[in-house]
């Protein structure tokens, strides 16, 4: 009988284990049910099967129909990474939409920087907007060399899955024409605390050799920046016989044409005057004594004292530039190139000296700042040129270099040249079957828009401070 009990009270403990063991598992699979389920509601419907672990956990990603174009040749370690990662992938085209952080009211938006420009370019198309696609299938352009040039690809990119550039807009391959793609950059813009953008710009009958006329999307521009406080300048490009002649009719162009709007951009001079400026891509081009007939108030159709005058601004490549840029009659310098070291100009060790000129010739100092730099897509023979991001390092030396300078202003090369990978403008993750584009992680697309805003206050706090004492020397 003694058994018995310990028998019968051993079935009863064993079935409540058991059932306890049941209830145990049975929470168990609903838990991994439940995360399961969960990590589904983070995957897009659209998504192909396979993708890489980790790529079907980003937010709002959505596909688009795709046709893959050639190969080109990428630097050695992003072959190796389109090697090691893009093995048997589907062919897929991964972006994000906008983040919901762009949403953010105008009040909540930080206060503009007006001594802060970005160089903006609105020569992109596709076949939406504009028929066909405009720039993102640029073409692969040769070396001079013919002996260098026969070891490179050939051809034109294919998008939208193949576009000429390293990384990959958060927006796709979108239009210049879109009103939502100018109202998005001008939001992102806003939210770096940039002031200012230097539109490029070809007169109304001109293009650049890559693309279509664009001078008709000057005014959506300007309505677009004004709806968000910011101002635009021109940047006016080498367009075909560009000379003293027609120079004087394309700014008298843009300021009979844009002027009286509200976003167009003017600098209050220690004068008092407020004046147009116009930044002028390869100035160096033209003989200094043409530019004097312009720039100067002997010249012979000089715009200074007129309806016409403005603050002109050359960009200095090599050093010999500075003297002919004093000949010329120009009332500043510029760098714009984003490769430290490409150039006399370009090289954060020569700012200090090249400040020190204007300031001895009466000259405005705008050292141009880049977030790296890498045009292998189109270029793919130029790699000595490439400068890595390092995660927004190269952006704050370059950053910390052009504020120690006490610069009039500062350019950012640039807002969205994507064929050069020196945009800031939100760029996201993507790969296809051939290739890998480069992207701002571990940091989110919004990384370098983060970073001008918090250099572009330090900026303006320190401007604040070594004007005023400026002042202070001269009284």
């Known amino acids: 009988m003694k058994h018995l009990r310990f028998w019968n009270l051993k079935d009863v403990i064993m079935a409540k284990f058991r059932r306890r063991t049941c209830i145990i598992l049975s929470l168990f699979v609903l ?17 192909t099967f ?3 672990f980790g790529l079907d956990l980003l937010p709002e990603l959505h596909q688009h129909t795709v046709h893959l174009g050639k190969k080109l040749d990428l630097p050695k370690s992003d072959r190796i990474k389109s090697e090691t990662n893009t093995k048997n992938l589907k062919s897929v085209e991964i972006t994000m939409k906008p983040s919901k952080a762009s949403e953010l009211s105008l009040e909540e938006l930080p206060p503009l920087n007006y001594f802060l420009h970005v160089f903006y370019y609105s020569w992109y198309g596709n076949p939406q907007f504009d028929g066909k696609y405009i720039h993102w299938n640029h073409p ?20 939208p899955d193949d576009i ?52 008709n999307l000057v005014p959506t521009i300007l309505d677009k920046a004004h709806k968000y406080n910011l101002k635009v300048t021109f940047h006016i490009e080498p367009y075909s016989n560009r000379d003293d002649q027609n120079m004087y009719e394309n700014v008298k162009y843009i300021i009979d044409r ?29 003989k200094p004594e043409k530019w004097a007939n312009l720039l100067t108030t002997s010249g012979s159709h000089s715009v200074r004292n007129s309806p016409y ?66 045009d292998t897509s189109i270029r793919p023979w130029n790699t000595q040129n ?6 927004g390092k190269y952006y704050e030396v370059g950053l910390a270099a052009a504020l120690q300078t006490h610069p ?68």
């Open 164 to 215: 000429g550039s390293s990384f990959y807009p958060e927006l796709g391959s979108y239009s210049s024409r879109d009103p939502s793609v100018i109202e998005t950059h001008m939001r992102q813009m806003h939210s770096a605390s940039i002031g200012v953008l230097a539109l490029s710009w070809y007169p109304p009958d001109s293009k650049d050799e890559n693309g279509e006329a664009t001078d």
């Open 309 to 374: 005058d403005g603050l002109f601004i050359a960009l200095l490549v090599e050093e010999k530039h500075k003297n002919d840029i004093l000949q010329s009659g120009f009332d500043g310098i510029y760098t714009y190139f984003a490769t430290n070291g490409f150039t006399y100009g370009s090289s954060h060790q020569n700012w200090a000296n090249l400040k020190f000129f204007c300031d001895k010739y009466n000259l405005m100092f705008i050292p141009s700042v880049g977030p790296g730099y890498i």
């Open 31 to 47: 838990f991994i049910f439940s995360l399961m389920m969960s990590l589904k509601m983070l995957r897009p419907n659209t998504a």
């Open 140 to 159: 692969v352009l040769e070396h001079w060399d013919p002996r260098i040039a026969k070891n490179y690809p050939q051809g034109r990119h294919n998008p």
């Open 258 to 286: 844009y002027g009286n709007h509200p976003a167009f951009y003017r600098y209050k001079t220690r004068t008092g005057k407020s004046l147009p400026m116009f930044y002028v891509y390869d100035s160096y081009i033209m």
């Open 408 to 475: 009039s202003l500062i350019s950012i090369t640039s807002f969205n040249e994507w064929h050069e990978g020196t945009q800031i403008e939100k760029a996201v993750p993507k790969r296809t079957s051939n290739t890998v584009y480069l992207d701002y992680r571990p940091h989110k697309p919004s990384h370098y828009l983060e970073l001008t805003r918090k250099w572009s206050e330090k900026y303006s706090k320190d401007r604040t401070t070594y004007v005023l004492d400026d002042q202070m020397a001269v009284s």
């Open 50 to 52: 396979g993708a890489p």
């Open 386 to 391: 490439t400068r890595n991001r390092i995660n």
